[in-house]
């Protein structure tokens, strides 16, 4: 016959927690109270404060990673959209080269209708309305890389201030573990 998990359980748990401690063991049993006293020697908590210092050590060169990868990112998207900008500026001085009224007649001059006024005009129009298309990107495009050059500029400063407040750490484990160099 086989019990089921559940009820298995249920009678292992409450026998399980009749046992007494580690602890408890330890502080009614002499050779354990003497084993865990010495555990817990000063160098024993030297170690503790040692390992504490190296663990506060890891979660901030962690954070200094990080830090520096989301620099390292935004300086890319930063760059990204200063060449998205210098692409628009140069669409913009190509435009302003097409509307030109020469350069318009020279495209017209293919075409042969009875219709160039309006053709003129109509070649203008267009190339007007990508122009302003062009300068309103520009514009939006000109914003977010100002908002990316202050969020490079302060991703850095943290960037520098975890290393100055790191570095200081990394140096004084160093001197415990080698303390002439």
């Known amino acids: 016959?086989?019990?089921?998990?559940?009820?298995?359980?249920?009678?292992?748990?409450?026998?399980?927690l009749s046992v007494p401690s580690f602890a408890q063991r330890a502080a009614t049993n002499p050779t354990n109270s003497a084993i865990s006293g010495e555990l817990l020697t000063p160098d024993a908590k030297q170690n503790d404060s040692s390992s504490n210092s190296l663990k506060r050590i890891s979660t901030n060169l962690d954070l200094l990673t990080r830090t520096e990868e989301r620099a390292?990112?935004?300086r890319k998207q930063l760059i990204e959209s200063i060449e998205k900008e210098t692409a628009l500026k140069s669409r913009l001085t190509q435009i302003d080269e097409e509307m030109r009224p020469e350069n318009i007649e020279r495209t017209m001059s293919g075409i042969g209708t009875t219709?160039?006024?309006?053709?003129?005009?109509?070649?203008?129009?267009?190339l007007e309305?990508?122009?302003?298309?062009?300068?309103?990107?520009?514009?939006?495009?000109t914003q977010g890389r100002l908002r990316l050059e202050e969020d490079v500029r302060q991703a850095d400063q943290l960037v520098s201030?975890?290393?100055q407040r790191l570095f200081p750490l990394i140096d004084r484990e160093i001197e415990k573990i080698n303390p002439n160099p």
């Open 129 to 141: 309305n990508e122009r302003k298309g062009l300068e309103s990107l520009l514009l939006l495009s």
């Open 1 to 16: 016959m086989r019990m089921p998990s559940r009820l298995l359980f249920l009678i292992c748990f409450p026998a399980f």
């Open 72 to 74: 390292g990112v935004l």
């Open 115 to 126: 219709r160039t006024a309006e053709l003129r005009d109509t070649r203008r129009r267009v």
């Open 161 to 163: 201030r975890i290393r």
